[in-house]
């Protein structure tokens, strides 16, 4: 079965600064892979899609990669702000009829004035 | 903006109990989802349905029913609830992709359970 591995330990930076979250998938190959954010106590909110034959993805701040050879994605946001401050999962759509989500475990980013 | 609601917040419920869930979502999805989410194992996909009195097993189904009997509406149903069952459920909605589309899924506040 599909295995994703997001880092389990937070990530935390300095205000301003670039944070770069990593998402790691084995097996197969998804057609599209999705960011999340998701705040204590609330359910996950979309950030971004990129799809297997997309690079790279970006809005405002945000910026995903896809590399379908290394097997990982990349998610930054450039000038974080303490308003950052959330866990952020991946998640993978295998190119099943159902579009169904399989999720990492998320990495929970802290941005430090 | 799609608005995705679950019944309680907070729910406390003894061992054996049969425990309703209710969802429901005001955007015409056809798909509607619900997922426990678990410390260190993040979310887990218990059933999905993409359309109505369609119902299809997700990865944890065992303990667990649902029904979707209106569009809008999809209930996941703990037979008899169990103390391995205390967890937060979230419920999630998103329209049909076609095309090779694929839409993302809008989720609820979440329902954190608590069996004792």
């Known amino acids: 079965s599909q295995k994703i591995e997001q880092n389990s330990e937070a990530l935390n930076i300095q205000e301003g600064k670039t944070a770069t979250l990593t998402c790691n998938y084995t097996?197969?190959?998804?057609?599209?892979l999705q960011w999340y954010r998701q705040d204590p106590g609330r359910g996950p909110v979309f950030l971004l899609l990129?799809?297997?034959?997309?690079k790279e993805k970006r809005k405002e701040r945000l910026k995903v990669t896809f590399d379908t050879t290394l097997k990982q994605s990349l998610f930054h946001i450039t000038a974080s702000q303490p308003a950052d401050s959330a866990t952020y999962l991946c998640?993978?759509?295998?190119?099943?009829?159902?579009?169904?989500?399989?999720f990492g475990t998320g990495t929970r980013l802290l941005v430090s004035p | 903006d799609v608005k995705v609601t679950q019944s309680s917040r907070y729910l406390v419920k003894r061992t054996g109990e049969k425990v309703f869930l209710e969802c429901v979502q005001d955007?015409?999805?056809?798909?509607m989802f619900w997922y426990r989410q678990d410390p260190g194992l993040g979310l887990r996909l218990i059933y999905f349905?993409?359309?109505?009195?369609?119902?299809e097993k997700g990865d944890i189904p065992e303990g667990y029913s649902v029904s979707r009997e209106k569009k809008e509406r999809f209930s996941l149903i703990l037979e008899s609830a169990s103390t391995n069952q205390t967890s937060m459920y979230l419920c999630?909605?998103?329209?049909?992709?076609?095309?090779?589309?694929?839409?993302?899924?809008?989720f609820g506040p979440g329902t954190r359970l608590t069996v004792t």
């Open positions: 999630a909605s998103s329209l049909w992709a076609s095309g090779g589309a694929s839409y993302e899924q809008y």
């Open positions: 097996n197969y190959s998804p057609a599209y």
């Open positions: 990129i799809r297997e034959n997309e």
């Open positions: 998640a993978l759509v295998m190119n099943t009829g159902f579009q169904k989500l399989v």
């Open positions: 955007m015409d999805h056809e798909n």
């Open positions: 349905s993409y359309d109505v009195k369609m119902k």
